[in-house]
């Protein structure tokens, strides 16, 4: 059996739902399914997303960020598009209600970010009443990724079934960032992680998690067309590979990019 977790809600929405949202929810609906046959996490992320074609790969260029994030910035403290959000929600979560290859409902990637800070409050907590209301049978959550957001973080500490949260920090802080969210004594599951040029790495995360029996998904399989073998903000005129990459196992014909990282993955995965 196949488990999922869909970051959806941040990314995904009223831009493309306005005069059509059953042809945009339906569309949803069938991505999803493609994504639990395969095992895939549905994401998106622009800050002002307008209607325009898909960004081609750039030599040199990480390109994650280049994706459209819908509602994007002011629509997603625009409390007009929230009844269009809240049918959304609840349309996927009640389509995939009980459906045993989603693990859970990760509802909104990284609330503040882009310099809304507490600007994005309102619609975090409107995203856990629509999905409490729903009330499915899969957990809930929000993850946790920037400290200094008190009042966010607080909220989705508390309203969060599983404690979900992102590091791309070395050893000594993501150790300290466990022990903090253990003290709420909920299930924790690190959905983004390794970053080997911040000194996030498998060799250094993946012990520290397994010893806290924290479930992990770290950014980035194959070198793609989002060229996230590149670091953020740190551009390659050339084009050519980086010495270290950033995310990412496999070259695109498969073959890893350190065999001693898969090998690890490995062994410390069939370890029990």
């Known amino acids: 059996m196949n488990s999922i977790i869909l970051v959806f809600l941040a990314f995904l929405g009223p831009l493309f739902m306005r005069g059509a949202p059953n042809f945009f929810s339906d569309s949803v609906i069938s991505l999803v399914r493609c994504c639990l046959a395969v095992g895939r996490t549905v994401q998106n992320q622009d ?6 074609a898909a960004l081609r790969p750039q030599g040199g260029l990480q390109l994650n960020s280049g994706w459209m994030q ?24 009640e389509t995939f209600d009980g459906d045993e290859r989603v693990l859970l409902w990760d509802l909104y990637n990284e609330p503040g970010n882009s310099g809304k800070g507490n600007e994005s409050m309102a619609l975090l907590k409107n995203v856990f009443t629509w999905a409490k209301e729903v009330n499915p049978a899969q957990p809930v959550s929000v993850g946790l990724w920037n400290w200094d957001l008190i009042d966010l973080n607080i909220y989705q500490a508390l ?34 992680y390794m970053a080997r040029t911040n000194n996030s790495t498998f060799k250094n995360s993946m012990p520290i998690l397994k010893e806290f029996r924290v479930g992990a998904i770290n950014w980035g399989l194959v070198s793609g067309k989002t060229n996230t073998i590149y670091a953020w903000n740190t551009p390659i005129g050339s084009g050519e590979e980086p010495e270290v990459w950033f995310h990412d196992i496999f070259r695109k014909d498969g073959t890893p990019y350190r065999q001693d990282e898969v090998d690890l993955i490995q062994k410390l995965n069939a370890q029990k």
């Open 70 to 93: 819908d509602p994007g910035n002011p629509a997603s403290k625009d409390t007009a598009n929230f009844p269009q959000l809240e049918t959304y929600l609840k349309d996927i979560l």
């Open 159 to 192: 309203h969060s079934d599983v404690l979900t949260y992102h590091c791309y920090e070395g050893p000594d802080q993501h150790t300290r960032i466990i022990e903090l969210l253990k003290t709420h004594g909920l299930p924790m599951i690190c959905t983004e």
């Open 47 to 52: 800050l002002s997303p307008t209607r325009s």
